[in-house]
């Protein structure tokens, strides 16, 4: 399911990552990687705040329907 | 030739402190990612070590750049060879910071990598294993705390001795067989075209497919077929695309390497910052934490604390004080009148008027470095995202914004951190309404002069601003030229932190004192020509001084622009001289009321310096003419910035001039429909405003056509 339907404060491992191929790297490049594991920290109008490999990322919603997790 | 030292690493890990502690600087440090736009350069102070250049650059999370500052960092890093690398390294953050560290250490420069923040690192109880982390890197690494500059000599000059020695970086690391078969054959490919200290970096970049690197290498078509059937074929088993693969095989090698040298203490609990994260940017509460935060610092800075300390300096220093004191002075050694009044009339009335509003400058950077320097600003960008997005700007485009509020040409500059070239020109196009320092003395002296110092005149003036953004962004939007959908957000949030006391007040002094600089020089000169023009007239065909302000040079030029500005309720040629004189700076605006009003009063009793300026405004022309100031084209300083980012002259002179006409526009509505409220009847202005509004509502509500078909279809199905 893609990202923004996950509960808060569930772990969960990243299955896929959509989306432009630049932003897919750049996604990566922030330690989004297919295998990785991801928490919503908050979440606000499909906006999310999660964490990543320790590190806080805020996406827009449009990005977080592209990742499933 | 000095030795360069470059320190790289990812945004927010510290490398400005670090930088500034090597060298003495001080540069701006900021609690987000993307404080540093340029790179800068500065002397190592070490006994041991002369001539040595440390290179701070804009943070980077990979080699493969995606935003304009990253451009920056990259090229500075491929193509000018700097003789090391520093590579920091956020100790709390290892395993996505040592991403970076991978790919530095296949450039086959010296390098030394710098594990910051051990300080928090131990406070966590988290254990990192250096001396394991430097045998699986490859490269000495040495734990630094850049704020308490724990560390930092040894490793700058652990760096130096490298860079003497010129000892390669050899990387260590090893991908799985599949992948170091296929880069091993494209090495060969590429043979002697590439150095082979350089080869390793590039045979990875060629099977990631990096365009600007294909571009540079220019090899012939043979060759490219022969290197894109190796990419093919590991594609093709590892069954992803080549860049994640890449990817991939990186960070597998840092959780190897992580799981030897990294200890977390077990602590499955939410940080501190995430459970702040849970309050501050909760769905309902987002907002109005967000709008009391900025209510109370301009709250602050303008209507209480702030004016306490500028009423103070207005009216009993510049007041009481200074000119009486002076005036006797001059008398006393016998100056001439002229001198006298260019003094006292010209630079005191006009370079005091604007060095009053300082405190409330202070007051307000203040408020917003604490804000900033806590991490909440990094938030705003994202609470604003979706807001901002409904009218086509990315939550990034805040920052710009924000750091506008201090001053519009660094705020202008910070629109690099956007990646999309569309969303960028229109950030740069509307930063400068939200109101920068040099517009806050104008802001307080109309909400002081004629509202009283009314409390919601002031934060009014930064709702505008934000009303102005928005609205521009609509109907920007629906033109062709920035049709189109802004670029997804994502951003790195900073921990909060409790604000460091050195960078705030850093923060706040570099701001002001940028602004002080300037009343003692730009402003200095526009008083005193201002003066001069207004105080020199042609009476009976000769240029004699003038004893009333309206026969001088400068009454009979502004009141020939003066119509102009007429149907938006100040028409006098003190208003208009003002603002035109903004244009070099927006204090000026301050200062020329200031001569031009002052003039008589400061030397009675200097109380009620404004008195003359309030008689000449009603409450209506008095907004309208805030309002044009605020929204108008802003200073020189900011247009040549703009000009500079634009990069390009028909960019510039559309940005100006929709920025002077919307200005124009909102105005005239203001005043006329206000005049329409009170009774005054209906005039052409009348007509003229509702016209203007009618297409304001066209612009807003018009369709948006350009959107492609397929963009338009995603969206609607989410």
């Known amino acids: ?69 | 030739m000095p030795t360069k030292i470059a320190l790289a690493g990812n945004p927010n890990s510290g490398k400005t402190t670090l930088f500034n502690a090597l060298t003495g600087s001080n540069q701006y440090v900021g609690n987000w990612p993307g404080v540093t736009i340029e790179k800068k350069e500065g002397k190592l102070r070490s006994d041991t070590y002369k001539d040595i250049t440390i290179v701070d650059l804009p943070g980077i999370y990979s080699l493969s750049p995606y935003t304009l500052e990253e451009v920056i960092a990259r090229d500075y890093l491929i193509t000018e060879n700097p003789d090391a690398i520093i590579n920091i390294v956020d100790g709390t953050n290892l395993e996505r910071n040592l991403y970076l560290t991978t790919q530095l250490a296949e450039l086959g420069i010296p390098m030394v990598v710098a594990v910051n923040m051990m300080d928090i690192v131990e406070k966590n109880g988290d254990r990192i294993n250096l001396d394991k982390l430097s045998e699986k890197l490859g490269c000495p690494v040495i734990g630094i705390s850049a704020l308490r500059k724990a560390g930092i000599t040894e490793a700058a000059e652990k760096a130096a001795e490298l860079a003497n020695k010129k000892v390669p970086m050899t990387p260590k690391h090893r991908f799985s067989d599949e992948l170091e078969h296929a880069i091993e054959s494209i090495e060969g490919l590429l043979g002697d075209r590439v150095e082979d200290k350089n080869k390793r970096w590039t045979a990875i970049k060629v099977f990631e497919r990096d365009i600007k690197i294909m571009e540079r290498l220019d090899l012939d078509d043979s060759l490219k077929e022969r290197i894109e059937n190796i990419i093919d074929g590991c594609e093709t088993d590892m069954d992803d695309d080549s860049e994640s693969i890449i990817t991939n095989e990186r960070y597998l090698y840092i959780s190897s390497i992580i799981k030897d040298c990294y200890r977390r203490k077990s602590n499955k609990k939410m940080t501190t910052s995430d459970k702040i994260d849970r309050i501050v940017t909760n769905r309902w509460l987002a907002l109005p934490i967000f709008a009391l935060a900025m209510f109370a610092v301009y709250y602050l800075a303008v209507t209480t604390v702030g004016t306490w300390m500028t009423d103070w300096t207005n009216d009993v220093l510049f007041g009481e004080i200074i000119p009486p004191a002076m005036e006797s002075f001059l008398d006393s050694i016998g100056t001439a009148p002229w001198l006298q009044s260019l003094i006292l009339d010209g630079i005191i009335a006009g370079v005091g008027a604007v060095l009053g509003f300082i405190p409330q400058m202070l007051v307000l950077f203040l408020a917003l470095a604490l804000l900033e320097d806590c991490g909440y600003m990094a938030r705003v960008a994202f609470i604003m995202d979706r807001i901002f997005r409904k009218f086509g700007l990315s939550g990034k485009s805040f920052i710009p914004m924000l750091i506008g509020t201090g001053c519009g040409v660094p705020g202008i500059m910070a629109s690099r951190t956007i990646e999309n070239e569309r969303d960028r020109r229109m950030t740069i196009m509307v930063t400068t309404f939200i109101p920068c320092g040099a517009k806050l003395p104008v802001i307080a002296l109309i909400s002081g002069a004629l509202f009283n110092g009314a409390w919601w005149v002031a934060p009014s003036a930064y709702f505008v601003g934000i009303a102005a953004i928005i609205f521009s962004g609509i109907i920007l939007k629906k033109t062709r030229m920035f049709s189109g959908d802004p670029a997804p957000f994502v951003m790195e949030l900073p921990p909060y932190h409790r604000p460091v006391a050195g960078n705030v007040l850093r923060s706040m002094w570099e701001r002001g004192w940028s602004f002080i600089k300037k009343a003692g020089t730009i402003i200095l000169l526009s008083t005193i020509v201002v003066w001069f023009a207004s105080s020199f007239g042609i009476v009976d065909g000769r240029i004699v001084m003038v004893d009333d302000v309206n026969d001088g040079f400068l009454s009979k030029i502004g009141g020939a622009i003066a119509p102009v500005f007429a149907p938006l309720g100040w028409g006098q040629w003190q208003a208009t001289v003002a603002t035109i004189t903004g244009l070099v700076a927006k204090e000026n605006v301050v200062s020329t009321l200031g001569i031009l009003y002052g003039f008589a009063e400061v030397a009675e009793d200097g109380f009620e310096i404004w008195g003359l300026l309030a008689s000449s405004f009603t409450v209506l022309s008095a907004y309208s003419f805030l309002v044009f100031n605020l929204l108008c084209a802003p200073c020189f300083a900011a247009i040549g910035a703009i000009r500079r980012e634009m990069n390009n002259t028909k960019w510039t002179l559309f940005a100006i001039g929709y920025q002077t006409l919307f200005a124009y526009a909102v105005s005239l509505s203001i005043y006329q429909l206000g005049m329409l409220f009170t009774g005054n009847g209906f005039g052409i202005g009348t007509a003229a405003a509702i016209l203007i509004v009618a297409l304001f509502l066209y612009l807003l509500m018009r369709p948006y056509r350009e959107r492609p078909i397929e963009a338009a279809s995603v969206q609607a199905s989410m």
Not at chain 1, 20 to 46: Q, R
């Open chain 1, 1 to 69: 399911m893609p990202l923004i339907m996950a509960r808060q404060g569930e772990e969960r491992l990243i299955r896929k990552i959509g989306g432009k191929a630049e932003l897919k790297k750049h996604l990566e490049n922030l330690g989004f990687v297919v295998g990785g594991t991801v928490t919503v920290i908050s979440e606000i109008g499909g906006n999310v705040i999660v964490n990543v490999k320790n590190s806080r990322i805020a996406i827009s919603r449009e990005m977080a329907c592209r990742i499933l997790v």
